[in-house]
Each structure stands twice: as C-alpha cells, then as structure tokens.
C-alpha cells in the first residue's frame, strides 16, 4: 500500500521540467548504473543498467538485469539514509541533515546503490576512452540541495548545486567502465537532475545527449488533488446533496 501511495504521489507531483516523463517505476535497492550507449546512427543514449540484484516495485530484476529509460524510473532514497554530513564537506551540506546513498556497497540491499558507466562503449570511440557526464540542470519539490563527491573529496565535491551549475560539475566516465560516488540530498522531497553526457569521437566531432533523472528522498507527503480534480469532486457533493433535496421534497 506504501509503494502505491508514493506511485499517486509522484504521478500528481510532476515538475516542469520532467512533465512528459512518468517516473512511475521505483527503484529502492540493489546495484545499477547510470550508463550510456553509442552507436553512429542514434548517437549517444542514457539509460539505467539494473543488475540482477536491483529491486523494481517490490521484486528483484533477476536474470541478465534490465535497461530501462531514465523517464520510467524514480530512485527511492529511503528515510534510513538520512545521516549528518561530513564536517568537510562545504556548506549547507557539512554537519546538517543529509539522506545519503554512499560510495560503497553498505546497506545495498536496503537502499539503492548506484553508480555510473560506460560498460556498453567501446574502446577506441572517443578520445581518450572518455566521456563526460555534467549536471546540467536542477530542480528539487522543497528547496533542499545535492552533493555529489567521491571519499576523500569531501571538500570538493565533483557537483554541488548549491554554489550554482558552471562545467566544473561534472565527472568522467571510461569507456568500458564505471564508478561510485556519494550522493547527498538537504531535505526530503522531489529531485530532478538533468544530466548531459558528452564525448569526442576519435574519427572528429562531438556528441551529447541529456536526460532527466528522478530521485524521491525521505518521506514524501500524501498526493494533492489537482485543482480540477478538486472542483470535479466539489461538483460531485453539489450534485449529490441536489439530488438528496429532490428525494426529500418528493
């Protein structure tokens, strides 16, 4: 019942930015990747490498693991994440709240791990078997910030939507590869990030593409009827207590 209330939710909670995604998939343990592929006619393509062990809507992937499209995905990040953050990091992350999916496999089975990759690419495609993945865009329901930073890297974080969005947050990703961050969230609530992955091709030129990623932090509110929704059901009352008079005078 939890999971079908936080599905409403998130349908009646679309930001403008992901309005045309449904997100409606909810990706709460387990390992995956956010990944890329290429190939010369499509270009560069985001997509969700799930292994066996990721949990979607209750069950375990199993098998050889799943390849959804980031706009059917929103990554749960659980309550019990919520921890405080590393005095190192900088401000408003160090030492306040922060819901936190770690670097490490700990806790996996409770709560995503995700990393990012570039398994399916190549080597040999881009220049120096590298790709960029840049934030580029940014919205969260309740005004909290995010953090991205690998350990030792507190006092830099590789993104930081709190000091504003420039190039330098961004990481780079191996052809062939992939990696594990921290992932820190302020405040519970609704988070789109827009990544934009970007790479030289060996043979000359650039390509790129760009998704938007969902992630709900913490306890989320029940959903809120849409102001239609509301004068439908407001309609609905009148007409019930018309008819209800009618009855009675008759």
């Known amino acids: 019942m939890k999971t079908l209330a936080l599905g409403a939710a998130l349908a009646a909670w679309p930001t403008l930015a992901a309005r045309a995604a449904n997100f409606g998939d909810l ?16 270009g560069l393509s985001f997509f969700y490498e799930m292994s066996s062990t990721a949990v979607i809507n209750g069950a375990q992937v199993g098998g050889a693991g799943s390849s959804p499209d980031p706009s059917t995905i929103s990554v749960i990040v659980p309550e019990s994440v919520l921890t405080t953050g590393d005095s190192r990091l900088p401000s408003p992350f160090a030492g306040n709240p922060l819901y936190l999916l770690l670097q490490t496999s700990q806790g996996a089975g409770s709560r995503p791990f995700l990393g990012f990759g570039a398994e399916e690419i190549a080597g040999g495609t881009f220049a120096n078997d590298t790709l960029s ?15 991205l930073y690998s350990n ?16 330098s947050d961004s990481i780079a990703i191996f052809a062939g590869g992939h990696d594990h961050y921290n992932l820190g969230f302020t ?31 913490g306890d989320q509110p029940a959903a809120v009827p849409e102001p239609s929704a509301l004068a439908m059901a407001g309609l609905a009352a009148g007409c019930g207590a018309f008819a209800a008079a009618r009855r009675r005078r008759a």
């Open 187 to 217: 405040a519970a609530g609704i988070y789109d990030l827009t990544l934009t992955a970007s790479g030289n091709l060996v043979g000359g030129g650039t390509v790129e593409t760009s998704s938007v990623f969902r992630f709900v932090v």
């Open 27 to 42: 990706y709460t343990a387990g390992h995956a990747d956010i990944a890329v592929d290429y190939d010369a006619t499509d």
């Open 152 to 167: 030792g890297n507190w006092g830099s974080p590789e993104m930081n939507t709190a000091d504003g969005l420039s190039a």
């Open 133 to 147: 993945y840049a934030l580029t865009g940014f919205s969260a329901s309740t005004g909290g910030q995010f953090v």
